[in-house]
């Protein structure tokens, strides 16, 4: 139940935040133009580096935290986390220090004039400040979600989400531009761990947190960790974040603008689909504290079926309605982001299968194996953008993407979860089979409401893609669920229906029993 509600939770957080983008992204870029919207996605791309200095705690806290409470250890867990703060804190300080220090490099580099030069320093000033608060405040977002309480970190982000909306349409009205975008985006990063912080004592049994619990050895029990996910996190991060650095030295910021929309929509895409894996992973690693191999099995199993469903439903719309989106959203002068954000959606797909591997991997012991792969498929993605940007422009970068992920992300990181699980590869990919089949389907609906009922708005294009998603979800519950999972629904819903009728039935009484 408590899966199931994280997982429902983790859902809605990112939809609010989907929307809010979708609303904001065209008013952002009418206020500040293009030029510094693109100046904003580079700042966005270089402040993404500094999170960096988390070197994978973070992480290998949720790991750690989640053992302890399947093994019942709350004292490890206070000393661990009490010892992680402090070194946040420290790391908190280096992290302005490098700010400081590093802007006037950073100017250089981009090549950017007097008055975007000026631009670029105060937001990253604001960003550096904000993000030395929210390193060590961090660690009670890890503790909730260690602790199977997703649900909660999830509801104070949204109203994060809210917050950030408000914010950004004030502070942009009030034409601060930039940096009010900075403005809002630093008042959500520091607020959220913030509030989070008296909702992990109050909902975390025996937490306690304070210098007396600090342990030196307990770093040495976590830097195992934390090391290998610290290299996962900058392949993560080099993958999401480097493109737009890397496409500046070739081309405009009109043109870093044009491929961060793509990169944003593909970015959401992926992340929409890392929610149930995401949701999972404190359960993997829970799982294997206690010595249940099964769950863990199964986790892989059906969790990389239904995560290849949910990716194939959302890609496959996405691909087919990319150029209709971006018109539509943010209006002609975008139309070059139409093919990057159709190769990176491709990509997007192939990355989706081997998420819940990676988990299964990284919280069973397998961590070292999946940083590394994820280096290395950073390493190689950088390698070809700069080959590739060149010879063809965006599409170049999106091009870099796909074949990492097709290469080394799916190619090696997917077999090794199965060995390790002793699963073969042929039953996971005959579970996923079905997921890609339903897309025909949706497919063929979508096209015909396109070509018959061509969307005016965005409102039409999501009332076509919900009705193709519908599609879709008809013929995944024919061919793409287990009889016991389709026994199961039917179930609920049965429940459901009788629930409705017996309370039609109280009020029709009058409310007499």
Same mark, same amino acid.
Request: charged share 10%; glycine share 8%.
């Given at each position: 139940m408590r899966t199931g509600i994280n997982i429902i939770s983790s859902y809605a957080r990112f939809l609010m935040g989907m929307l809010v983008v979708l609303m904001l992204t065209p008013f952002t870029l009418e206020m500040v133009g293009? !030029? !510094? *919207?693109?100046?904003?996605?580079?700042?966005?791309?270089?402040?993404?580096?500094? @999170?960096? +200095?988390d070197m994978g705690f973070s992480t290998a806290t949720v790991k750690y935290v989640a053992e302890c409470k399947g093994s019942d250890k709350?004292? @490890?867990? /206070? =000393?661990?986390?009490?010892?992680? *703060? +402090?070194?946040y804190a420290t790391l908190g300080i280096m992290c302005l220090v490098i700010v400081i220090a590093g802007i006037p490099y950073a100017i250089n580099i981009f090549d950017l004039d007097a008055t975007q030069a000026e631009k670029f320093s105060t937001v990253m000033m604001i960003s550096g400040a904000a993000l030395a608060v929210a390193l060590p405040v961090g660690v009670f977002r890890s503790l909730l979600i260690g602790s $199977?309480?997703?649900?909660?970190? /999830?509801?104070? =982000? &949204?109203?994060?989400?809210?917050?950030n909306a408000g914010l950004v349409v004030i502070l942009l009205t009030s034409q601060l531009g930039v940096t009010g975008l900075a403005i809002a985006n630093a008042c959500v990063l520091v607020g959220v761990p913030l509030l989070l912080a008296p909702l992990a004592y109050r909902f975390i049994s025996d937490l306690k947190l304070g210098i007396k619990h600090v342990r030196a050895s307990r770093l040495g029990e976590l830097l195992p960790l934390s090391f290998y996910f610290m290299l996962a996190n900058i392949a993560m991060l080099v993958i999401l974040r480097s493109d737009s650095l890397i496409i500046k030295g070739f081309l405009s910021l009109s043109a870093v603008a044009a491929f961060a929309i793509a990169a944003r929509i593909a970015e959401y895409a992926y992340l929409l689909n890392k929610q149930l894996s995401n949701a999972l992973m404190p359960l993997v690693s829970q799982s294997n504290g206690s010595g249940d191999a099964q769950t863990?099995? +199964?986790?892989l199993l059906d969790g990389t079926r239904h995560l290849a469903a949910i990716a194939a439903l959302i890609t496959g719309l996405l691909f087919f309605h990319a150029e209709s989106l971006i018109v539509l959203w943010v209006g002609e002068q975008m139309i070059d982001a139409v093919l990057p954000l159709q190769v990176l959606i491709t990509a997007v797909f192939f990355s989706t299968l081997q998420l819940n591997a990676a988990n299964v991997l990284g919280m069973s012991g397998g961590h070292r194996g999946v940083a590394w792969t994820m280096l290395g498929s950073a390493s190689l993605n950088i390698v070809?953008?700069?080959?590739? &940007?060149?010879? *063809? $422009?965006? @599409? $170049?970068? @999106?091009i870099a993407t796909l074949i990492s992920a097709l290469a080394i992300e799916l190619g090696i990181i997917l077999p090794r979860a199965c060995r390790q699980q002793e699963v073969p590869v042929g039953k996971v990919v005959r579970n996923i089979i079905p997921a890609i089949a339903c897309a025909v389907p949706m497919i063929l609906l979508a096209k015909f409401l396109y070509t018959h009922y061509p969307a005016k708005n965005l409102m039409e294009l999501a009332l076509q893609c919900v009705v193709a998603g519908m599609a879709f979800l008809a013929a995944y519950f024919v061919i793409g669920l287990q009889s016991y999972e389709k026994r199961k629904i039917m179930r609920l819903l049965q429940s459901a229906i009788s629930a409705l009728r017996l309370r039609t039935a109280y009020n029709e009484g009058g409310g007499r029993g």
């Open positions: 293009i !030029d !510094d *919207f693109g100046l904003w996605s580079l700042c966005l791309a270089v402040s993404g580096l500094l @999170a960096l +200095l709350p004292q @490890a867990r /206070n =000393e661990a986390v009490s010892t992680l *703060f +402090l070194l $199977g309480r997703y649900d909660i970190v /999830n509801i104070v =982000e &949204i109203v994060g989400v809210l917050l863990v099995k +199964l986790i070809l953008s700069i080959t590739l &940007i060149p010879m *063809f $422009g965006l @599409a $170049g970068a @999106a």
